[in-house]
């Protein structure tokens, strides 16, 4: 919602601005087709070239993300602890049962309680790896946590490919309005002979390419890779988090201070209060007894 009230603004600030200062916008919308088939496809054609077509269908599905925001909410972040709380307890009581569960989340009667959990991959992978990982003995945390800092590091490298690639057509669109423009002067230049009102209108026609160029790098273009990239980056505190408690698990705190770690390294507006997480935490436990 916030993305189109923004991009409703940007128009109606610029066109509206245009029109109360005596513009007309005929010139615009008749040159408007032509502009837009040249700077628009010139762009298309140069992202196309500069990316392979798993870095299209993923750029293409994160501008998405404008106008959904990031994938996890507060409550999301409430369950991963839940969820954590749940596996670290049982891991610590009865070592051989955790295993049914880190083999096969999708039928684990744990993981099963968080649906939207169990359908990130990526999250259900992280957290079953490393307690993988410390059955096995390979408990240094340090080590372990080094694993999952360049993990994640190269996730997010990954994820923030969209933002970089439509940060790179919006450095793009200028110089391809400016080629526009060009053209336009070119066309003008061959009808030299005409009269002057029919030259300003040329011209005025060929500068619609340079300000198309510009307004669509920094009013649409531009702001929608930062926006992406504010949602990656906000996104992957989930993983941050999962990160955070199963080191503190290997450290061998007890349980409550492993979610306590997690909850206090959790972005403040998604963060659950001590005493929500405290409720939750006394749910499950009754429910376990």
């Not at 040249?38 to 762009?43: E, V």
């Not at 410390?134 to 694993?147: G, I, T």
């Amino acid at each position: 919602m916030v993305g189109l009230i923004g991009i409703a603004v940007i128009f109606i600030m610029v066109f509206g601005g245009y029109i109360l200062a005596g513009g007309k916008l005929g010139i615009i919308l008749k040159s408007l087709p032509f502009e837009m088939m040249m700077i628009g496809g010139a762009a298309v054609g140069a992202f196309l070239i500069s990316n392979d077509m798993a870095a299209v269908k993923h750029t293409l599905k994160d501008m998405g993300k404008v106008f959904k925001g990031p994938k996890w909410k507060h409550e999301d972040y409430k369950d991963l602890l839940c969820l954590l709380f749940e596996l670290i307890r049982l891991a610590r009581a009865n070592p051989v049962a955790i295993e049914e569960h880190i083999e096969d989340p999708d039928q684990s009667s744990i993981f099963s309680k968080y649906p939207k959990i169990l359908t990130d991959r990526e999250a259900v992978d992280l957290i079953s790896d490393t307690m993988r990982s410390a059955s096995m003995n390979y408990d240094d945390p340090h080590q372990v946590e080094e694993v999952l800092e360049k993990r994640m590091d190269a996730n997010l490298h990954h994820a923030l490919h969209s933002s970089h690639a439509l940060q790179t057509v919006a450095d793009g669109l200028p110089a391809l309005g400016i080629v526009a423009a060009v053209l336009g002067v070119i066309k003008t230049m061959a009808s030299i002979d005409q009269p002057p009102e029919v030259l300003g209108k040329m011209i005025g026609g060929a500068l619609v390419g340079t300000f198309l160029g510009v307004f669509l790098a920094y009013g649409l273009v531009g702001p929608f890779s930062a926006k992406v990239k504010t949602v990656v980056e906000e996104d992957a505190h989930f993983y941050q988090l999962i990160r955070e408690v199963l080191v503190a698990n290997l450290h061998n705190h007890s349980t409550n201070i492993c979610i306590e770690v997690g909850r206090q390294n959790t972005p403040s507006h998604c963060r659950p209060s001590f005493t929500e997480l405290e409720e939750a935490l006394k749910e499950l436990k009754q429910g376990a007894a």
